[in-house]
């Protein structure tokens, strides 16, 4: 039983855990403006928004319904396009901007602008509102082209609400369960759930495992659902480094990163798209052992370690200790990723992190380097070197490394430590590259390592990459 508020009244269902929540919203609920477009969180057509009680306010976060899991509605407010009654201020504008035609895709993305007009998650930063571009990263327009809808969203600047009455509402729903899904409050209700049920798959934004359920029609059998297990979203920032729960989300950690390194900002803003980023969490990017995951080459470069748990025990390991082989993670029976804790790095520090893919947004990396250099007097102190979509795992660099290690900072030891490259890396070829095409960029974004620190700007492609 799951019980959610729709426009201000409780709404109780009987779910199971592989029911989306997009069915629940136009099969159960008879919400048909919620739309489905790929099924798989890329287009935005399905957005809607949720609101949680977030210590003395509802926090609005857009998210993709079609790979969310209906048990996760459990204890928010759900808002479609349907509530907004036809009232809302990027309604008025993009009717008045003629920021639709076949009209399709719309819905997604006045849900997607409604939620930055309320300010929520993913759309404010540190300086303030997001630009309207980085908030409709996750939403897909094939016929209107985008000026009229960035426009209208503009037009519409971020406002506080007065969500106090919603909020009362929140904080008196019960949690929820079924027959084979579990949605704990606290990280010690989730340990001993999993001692209690090893075999459970621990599902945290659903943003990889919905497309399990919508693109490969898996069985995830028990499933224990962490989104709401509070001290699993804690943000630690101090003079060692910064600290962050596994159920953190990307939208949640992007400014802390971005204050431990610009380079972490930017990775995080190329991270899917904002709905994905609302839900996808750091935690689950590293348990889940993609070889494409964004965030483990970085972090490994930074010198992370996992703070690892079952029942009350718990263990330390290095982030590049973790990944063991493709599919193998370093977690024993009833264990979990509790936290991920990252070194503030010396302020003289040559860092560079960069995501290659064929889309700027909302799409997979063809590979990801990130190199992290400690130099003194012009010369290559020690280096750390680590590569996402270059094998079975994020996997560090260690013969660059070593080749790079007690040399002179310069043109010259780059070149000559970039065939070590191919000691390091046999990369397949698929649809995203060839492994030719793989080494040779990660080639290109050593030597562009060594021209930024030269002042010179310079992008992958103009370094020596064909394409």
């Not at 798209?273 to 609302?278: E, S």
């Not at 040399?407 to 780059?414: H, L």
Request: glycine share 12%; aromatic share 4%; net charge negative.
């Amino acid at each position: 039983m799951i019980r959610f508020l729709l426009d201000g009244e409780v709404v109780e269902l009987d779910v199971g855990a592989q029911e989306t929540a997009l069915d629940v919203i136009r099969l159960r609920l008879g919400r048909k403006g919620t739309k489905e477009g790929c099924g798989e969180g890329d287009c935005g057509a399905c957005t809607v928004l949720l609101g949680e009680a977030s210590e003395n306010a509802v926090q609005w976060r857009a998210v993709n319904a079609c790979i969310m899991l209906a048990p996760m509605l459990d204890g928010k407010a759900l808002a479609t396009v349907e509530s907004l009654q036809g009232q809302a201020a990027v309604q008025t504008e993009m009717v008045a901007r003629h920021g639709s035609q076949c009209g399709f895709c719309t819905p997604g993305f006045i849900m997607s602008l409604e939620g930055r007009a309320r300010g929520g998650l993913g759309t404010m930063g540190a300086d303030g509102p997001r630009p309207v571009a980085d908030v409709l990263s996750g939403n897909l327009c094939r016929c209107t082209g985008y000026g009229p809808i960035l426009a209208s969203g503009e037009a519409v600047p971020p406002s506080p609400r007065n969500d106090s009455a919603l909020l009362a509402q929140l904080q008196t729903l019960p949690a929820g369960s079924g027959a084979r899904w579990h949605n704990p409050r606290s990280s010690d209700d989730l340990a001993a759930l999993l001692l209690d049920y090893p075999e459970a798959r621990i599902v945290a934004g659903a943003s990889d495992v919905g497309l399990w359920v919508t693109k490969q029609l898996r069985d995830l059998g028990r499933v224990i659902f962490i989104g709401d297990v509070a001290d699993l979203r804690g943000i630690e920032e101090g003079p060692e480094g910064v600290t962050l729960g596994a159920g953190v989300r990307y939208s949640e950690a992007w400014d802390a990163l971005a204050r431990l390194h610009p380079d972490l900002g930017e990775l995080i803003r190329r991270i899917a798209g904002t709905p994905v980023r609302n839900a996808g969490t750091i935690g689950g990017n590293i348990a889940n052992g993609s070889p494409i995951g964004d965030t483990p080459p970085a972090l490994i470069a930074l010198g992370a370690t996992l703070t690892l748990r079952r029942g009350d025990a718990r263990r330390t390991v290095a982030l590049e200790d973790f990944f063991i082989a493709y599919g193998r993670q370093d977690l024993g029976p009833s264990e979990f990723v509790e936290s991920i804790h990252i070194p503030r790095p010396a302020s003289d520090a040559v860092i560079q992190i960069t995501k290659h893919s064929k889309r700027f947004d909302s799409d997979i990396s063809a590979l990801c380097g990130a190199f992290h250099l400690r130099v003194a007097q012009g010369v290559i102190q020690s280096a750390r070197i680590a590569f996402g979509g270059m094998a079975g795992t994020p996997r560090r660099a260690s013969a660059t490394e070593a080749a790079l290690t007690g040399q002179p900072f310069n043109a010259a030891s780059i070149e000559a430590a970039i065939p070590a490259l191919e000691r390091d890396y046999q990369p397949l070829s698929d649809v995203r590259g060839s492994a030719a095409y793989r080494l040779a960029v990660a080639g290109n974004l050593l030597r562009r390592l060594w021209l930024a620190q030269q002042g010179e700007a310079v992008s992958v492609l103009e370094v020596g990459t064909d394409g």
